[in-house]
Structure formats: C-alpha cells, structure tokens
C-alpha cells in the first residue's frame, strides 16, 4: 500500500524557519517526482515545490510565492521529500500536503498524497 | 492564485447528474496542457479522482468522467450518491511565469 506521511509542522514565528519532511513507503519513491501543495484554513489548493526524479534530471519548480524562501530536495536513499521554509510569513500559514507525482504525456499529475501536516506562523 | 475557474457550488439530488466547469486561458488548458481531477472529502487529503482530461485511476468508480474542449474541461458525476458530497478541484499546468501547476478555485457538490 502507497504510503506518505508529511511531519515538522508547527506553530513558528515570523521570520523564522521549519523543515517539513515526507517519507514515502509502499512504491519506488525514487522513480517518481514529489511535490508539496498547501491550502490555508478554508481556502482551495496552491502548489507550492516540485522536483522531478534523479533520473528525469531532478529539476526543481517553484510557486512565485515562494520562490527564494522555500527550498525542496529529496533523499531517496531514505525515501523521504523536504521542504526547507525560511524566512517565514503569515501568508504561509496552511496545512502542507506531499504528493507523488507522475507524467502524462509532458506533465505531471499527482497521484497519492499525503495526510497533511499544519504550519501555523503567528508572533 | 488560482487561474483556473470553477463554479463555487453545483448540487443535485441522489441520483442524479452533475457537471463542474473548468476554465483555463491561453497559457494552460487552451495551450493543451491535460486537465487533472481532485476529490477532497471534508477534512481529508485530496485524492486523485481523473487525470489525462479522462481517464479513471484504479477504485474510482464510472460514475466519474471527464472532458476536455479548447480552454474548457468538466467533470461530469452521474448517478450522484451522498458520499460524493465534497469539493472537487481541477488541475493543470500553466506555461506562464516560468511554468507552474495551477488548481482551479473548487467546487462544492451538496447532495440535496
């Protein structure tokens, strides 16, 4: 069974910053790409970081958003996708998902997530 | 932002047939880039519902289709049943701004 467990969610303070991890079980975590989504309280799905597999080259996309302050990276030896956020804001404040990406035609879609995990960034 | 537009609510008694529309621009579903269907159950991760514009991953049932025309998709439920009430969000990839995945706005499917 396919499995992705988001963790390092927390309540922190502007400015500051967090590591989420996503640990993957139940597929070949190095063959697919990873990508992190959020959706603040009450409000739809934004992408937010993507990164293709080591063998598609392993290039990273980011949102506008958050390009510059967010970086993502994976482990496969580990099997587990980061997503490194600094310099924190209020606007980022939402549960993060994870999610395994796979290609259709010359895109992604994003096949099993995860359960989520909650950033809360408050003074 | 979402740049992708979809009605806020659509509701239908069981049974009964339900679309969502889906629209896109230039830089996105009208470019060709294939339209992706989510279904997220109220306080719950999304789940994959359609991806390829139509195509039913394994366990979703045939009630679910999906199409796509010009810088439009839809998402049609057939046979609506109360356990589909939830929101559901449409996704592509935009070439804009370097290139970006895109959701739309999400609907809400209330089963009266």
């Known amino acids: 069974e396919v499995q992705l467990v988001e963790s390092g969610g927390g309540l922190v303070k502007p400015g500051r910053s967090l590591r989420l991890s996503c640990t993957g079980s139940g597929f070949t975590f190095g063959d697919y790409a990873m990508s992190w989504f959020r959706q603040a309280p009450g409000k739809g799905l934004e992408w937010v970081a993507f990164i293709k597999s080591k063998p598609y080259g392993g290039t990273t996309k980011y949102a506008a958003s958050v390009k510059g302050r967010f970086t993502i990276s994976r482990d496969d030896s580990r099997s587990i996708a980061y997503l490194q956020m600094n310099n924190l804001e209020t606007g980022d404040t939402a549960i993060y998902y994870c999610?395994?990406?796979?290609?259709?035609?010359?895109?992604?879609?994003?096949?099993?997530w995860g359960q989520g995990t909650l950033v809360t960034v408050s003074s | 932002q979402s740049v992708l537009t979809q009605p806020p609510s659509v509701s239908g008694a069981p049974g009964q047939r339900v679309t969502i529309s889906c629209t896109g621009s230039s830089s996105n579903i009208g470019l060709g880039y294939d339209v992706h269907w989510y279904q997220q159950l109220p306080g719950t991760a999304p789940k994959l519902l359609i991806y390829?514009?139509?195509n039913r991953p394994s366990g979703v049932p045939d009630r679910f289709s999906g199409s796509k025309s010009g810088t439009s998709a839809s998402l049609a439920i057939t046979g609506l049943q109360v356990e589909d009430e939830a929101d559901y969000y449409c996704?592509?990839?935009?070439?804009?701004?370097?290139?970006?995945?895109?959701f739309g706005t999400g609907t809400r499917v209330t089963v009266l």
């Open positions: 996704q592509s990839y935009d070439s804009s701004l370097g290139g970006c995945y895109v």
């Open positions: 390829g514009n139509n």
């Open positions: 999610s395994s990406g796979s290609l259709f035609w010359s895109e992604y879609y994003f096949d099993y």
